[in-house]
């Protein structure tokens, strides 16, 4: 349980290590034909969110996504207040539906994309491979930020709400 948790939350991207069988039917695969799209819109907090998970798929998969965008197979970013919302109740609610050809991530505030994009590295690290499942996520946020880690601000170790700074005692302060 602890390694999971420093591999999800420690500073950076370390490559992985682990070789995994060939992906079935039901998963989509992302490879360097992939370009991300839509990203931002103005917004400062999504275009660093999806600038880490660029940074992500090459330092830990080695994988470069296309810059250009001209691919189909694409990650898309968008914020939609009605097809983002999931419960109704908070600025971080996200939909990712992964397909074949695209992977789409709805945030319904710019809070909510950028949570999708780290939503969605998260789970590549999990998963330890650049492969995700096909179907629709639909996230909910459980805890307020100010009991988790905080996502979008430069941590500092001497700052006790910053998890690498204790993370041997972080899950069970929270």
């Not at 999708?116 to 096909?134: C, E, I, M």
Request: glycine share 10%.
């Amino acid at each position: 349980m602890q390694s999971i948790y420093r591999r999800l939350t420690e500073a950076g991207h370390e490559p992985v290590s682990v070789t995994r069988s060939k992906p079935n039917a039901a998963e989509t695969v992302i490879t360097g034909e992939w370009s991300m799209v839509g990203v931002g819109g103005g917004s400062r907090m999504v275009s660093v969110a999806a600038a880490d998970l660029r940074r992500c798929l090459r330092d830990v998969f080695g994988v470069a996504l296309s810059r250009t965008g001209s691919g189909r197979q694409t990650i898309r970013v968008a914020i939609d207040p009605e097809k983002g919302r999931v419960a109704g109740q908070s600025k971080r609610d996200h939909v990712i539906e992964v397909g074949a050809e695209a992977i789409t991530i709805t945030g319904v505030s710019e809070w909510g994309a950028a949570c999708g994009l780290y939503h969605v590295q998260r789970l590549l690290k999990l998963r330890l491979a650049p492969v995700l499942p096909r179907g629709d996520i639909r996230a909910i946020p459980r805890l307020e930020p100010s009991i988790t880690c905080l996502a979008f601000k430069r941590g500092d170790t001497r700052v006790w709400d910053y998890p690498v700074a204790y993370h041997d005692n972080y899950l069970i302060r929270v």
